[in-house]
């Protein structure tokens, strides 16, 4: 065991840290954070946890086990979390893993989970490909059959001809024979697609699995016990972490707001506008409208009802029954025959609801079908309005890694930020040394100095064995799993990451389309990876093709390595910014905790952006208020005033316009101040011009820089539409 252990004790008894934590989207990588969150929680209480997708499944389990051993009902609520990996590496009885059995799908789309499955497992793609025809004529009469016959009759007659001396013919016939068999079963399987198959996926909500399905019992087993349906394997677990039964009530998002801070305190009240113990946040895609939305607060008050067939066709009972007695206030404008209820508010909203609705990656998972009035079509002269169906599906579509979560202008506790990257993907660190920039300064891709980087990329100098652990015990220095995980540390910029679809085999049209979607939805998350008081915050962690993702059936040892880099990740992210910790456990160096250089990234990163706001507000008052004047149109001041010159929307209140009138000048008036002093001395700014390959020494902010902008909240909640006031000076 590694030296960063020899102060365990000191650490146990020290007092805990607070942190917030994001992790990102990736179906069955999520085996990953169990054992991360774990490692963190021995140091640290989770205060704000957000993901996407199965990144949404692991934050709810872990907001879960806080709640569990803040409240007390389940104090080794993290121990338990950190043996779920074990569990589904399992095995049943037909040689799948309790993984496996999670996506278990309806009767009518299960030959198409067995279309697909077999090219996301291990081997090349022309041996999956052929594991998918194998599983296809073995399995399905309508394939079999004909396809077997097409190759009874081109045996027959290669032998025949072979048998009377017409050797080049037989040649001939088996190539036509081989022909008739990819065409025979390209047809068997199209016509499929098209009349069944297809069909039975959209009825199924999109999807192959709605979740729910749960596999047939093995002998000697209950099924739903020991091998529940995902959805009910969320639930179970969520209910388990917080310390509660399956049928009792579901853990909802107020109980988590309204935890007290410890065994036997206070408890809050589950109130969306007052502060939170536990704050729980999840990304989903409302493809319907084309947008994004956040969870708990999709919006607010709800507008958004849902069958309760629909409920029951996704949900348990006991959150079924708990949504139908926990719905809204029903608008009386509603027409529909359908049995219907309001969403609940946000504080009485199940946690696995949320989960669930983040959790529905496209094709494999239904799409969930909530609904909504309808205005356009309200008939004139009606007071009735139709409800229409919204659909919800993966929040990986728009923003699968949501580092923005839990953001401030100046942090009080780190958010650990989990990455997922591809095994070939450099992710090696580059140095800023003290004397090429301020320890503030980061640099640009195009500024690295190549011979400060990593010899080789990191990629390529993994090590395929010994880099999995059978124990619970935490990485030890030096330990190839090391190889896998990559953050840096202080300034140190991890530069962009390459994907490789120009050197795919053959053609390359899919990877060439795949780099085109992963651009068009991942553009955002990764803009935001490379930004200073962001990137330092992150830890990278590599997998494997045939790691992760949509592998459904990997084998308990592919599990096991996945958990045991999850847990290097965790204790390595948890490390870093902890005060009390001693040694480095990656490196075996004295740790160097980065909170502290980290707050003041961060308040020069918010500096230097309020001044350049501060900046474009008096030069854009001044020169819209010329052109307005020019209109013969009022400014700004007199539209304040009253003075409109017509009807304006959200007019200032009567009572409150000295306050307008007065912060405006107050505000135009510092951005004056600064500039003046700017214009007397060019070190008077937070961020002094960068000049091509002249580069300051000293004083530029923090590279890239970032810029403030103002664009629309995805959410409705009332904690982030108005930020509390601060205590008085």
Not at 269 to 281: F, G, N
Not at 364 to 375: C, E, N, Q
Request: hydrophobic share 40%; charged share 20%; glycine share 8%.
């Amino acid at each position: 065991m590694s030296d960063v252990g020899n102060s365990d004790q000191q650490l146990a008894q020290a007092p805990r840290l607070e942190c917030d934590i994001v992790m990102a989207g990736g179906v069955t990588s999520g085996i990953i954070y169990p054992g991360a969150a774990a490692m963190i929680a021995r140091r640290y209480t989770f205060r704000s946890i957000g993901g996407t997708s199965v990144g949404a499944i692991a934050a709810a389990v872990t907001a879960a086990a806080e709640y569990g051993r803040l409240t007390g009902a389940n104090p080794t609520s993290f121990d338990e979390l950190a043996r779920v990996p074990k569990s589904l590496g399992e095995q049943a009885s037909d040689g799948h893993s309790r993984l496996f059995h999670l996506f278990t799908p309806e009767a009518p789309t299960r030959p198409l989970l067995a279309l697909v499955m077999p090219l996301f497992g291990q081997g090349s793609f022309l041996k999956r490909l052929g594991r998918v025809v194998f599983e296809s004529v073995t399995t399905n009469p309508l394939i079999g059959i004909p396809f077997a016959v097409m190759l009874l009759a081109g045996a027959a007659a290669s032998v025949s001809l072979f048998i009377h001396g017409h050797c080049l013919l037989g040649l001939v016939a088996i190539v036509m024979t081989l022909a008739s068999l990819v065409v025979t079963w390209g047809a068997a399987v199209g016509l499929l697609l098209a009349f069944r198959w297809l069909p039975a996926w959209r009825k199924n909500g999109f999807g192959i699995c709605t979740g729910l399905a749960t596999p047939a019992a093995q002998p000697g087993q209950t099924g739903q016990q020991a091998y529940a349906g995902l959805t009910e394997w969320i639930h179970a677990n969520v209910q388990r972490a917080a310390g509660r039964g399956i049928a009792d009530r579901p853990v909802t998002f107020g109980d988590l707001w309204s935890a007290p801070l410890a065994p036997g305190a206070t408890v809050t009240e589950a109130d969306p506008a007052k502060p939170r113990t536990i704050e729980l946040s999840m990304i989903a895609s409302d493809i319907s409208r084309n947008r994004t939305v956040q969870l708990p607060f999709i919006e607010t008050p709800s507008p958004l009802y849902v069958e309760v067939e629909t409920l029951k066709r996704y949900f348990p009972e006991s959150v079924c029954a708990w949504m139908v007695a926990q719905e809204g206030p029903r608008d009386s404008r509603i027409d529909t025959d359908r049995i219907v209820v309001r969403l609940p508010p946000p504080q009485d909203l199940p946690v696995v609801f949320g989960a669930r609705l983040s959790l529905s990656f496209p094709v494999l998972l239904s799409a969930i079908p909530l609904m909504t009035l309808d205005f356009a079509k309200a008939r004139k002269g009606r007071s009735k309005i139709p409800l229409r169906h919204v659909w919800f599906s993966d929040g990986g579509l728009t923003s699968n890694f949501p580092i923005h979560f839990f953001d401030s202008p100046i942090p009080t506790r780190p958010t650990f930020c989990f990455n997922l990257v591809d095994y070939d993907a450099a992710v090696e660190n580059v140095d800023v040394p003290d004397d090429e920039a301020d320890a503030d300064e980061g640099t640009s891709n195009s500024d690295i100095d190549a011979s400060k980087a990593i010899a080789e990329p990191r990629a390529d100098k993994r090590r395929a064995a010994d880099a999995t652990s059978t124990t619970d015990q935490e990485p030890p220095t030096g330990h190839a799993v090391w190889d896998y995980v990559s953050m840096p540390k202080g300034n140190k910029v991890v530069p962009a990451l390459f994907t490789a679809f120009d050197r795919a085999p053959g053609a390359g049209i899919g990877s060439f389309f795949s780099a085109l979607l992963n651009t068009a939805r991942f553009w955002s998350d990764n803009q935001l990876l490379m930004a200073p008081g962001v990137r330092d915050r992150v830890v990278n962690i590599a997998l494997r093709e045939n790691e992760g993702g949509l592998n459904l059936d990997m084998p308990a040892s592919v599990i096991s390595d996945l958990d045991f880099r999850g847990r290097a990740a965790g204790l390595l992210i948890s490390a870093r910014f902890d005060p009390e910790r001693e040694t480095d456990p990656e490196t075996g160096s004295p740790n160097e905790e980065m909170f502290t250089n980290h707050r003041w990234v961060r308040y020069r990163n918010f500096m230097a952006s309020f001044e350049d706001l501060s900046r474009r507000f008096a030069r854009s008052r001044r020169s819209s208020d010329d052109a307005a004047q020019a209109r013969g149109k009022p400014s700004i001041t007199r539209i304040i005033d009253g003075d409109d010159g017509g009807k304006i929307g959200y007019p200032a209140p009567r009572e409150a316009r000295p306050y307008y009138v007065s912060v405006t000048k107050d505000l135009e008036t510092l951005a004056l101040s600064m500039a003046e002093q700017t214009r007397r001395n060019a070190n008077a700014t937070f961020d002094l011009p960068r000049h091509g390959s002249e580069r300051t020494k000293g004083g530029s902010a923090p590279w890239p820089t970032m810029r403030s902008r103002l664009r629309p909240s995805i959410d409705n909640d009332p904690r982030s539409g108005a930020a509390d006031l601060p205590d008085p000076l």
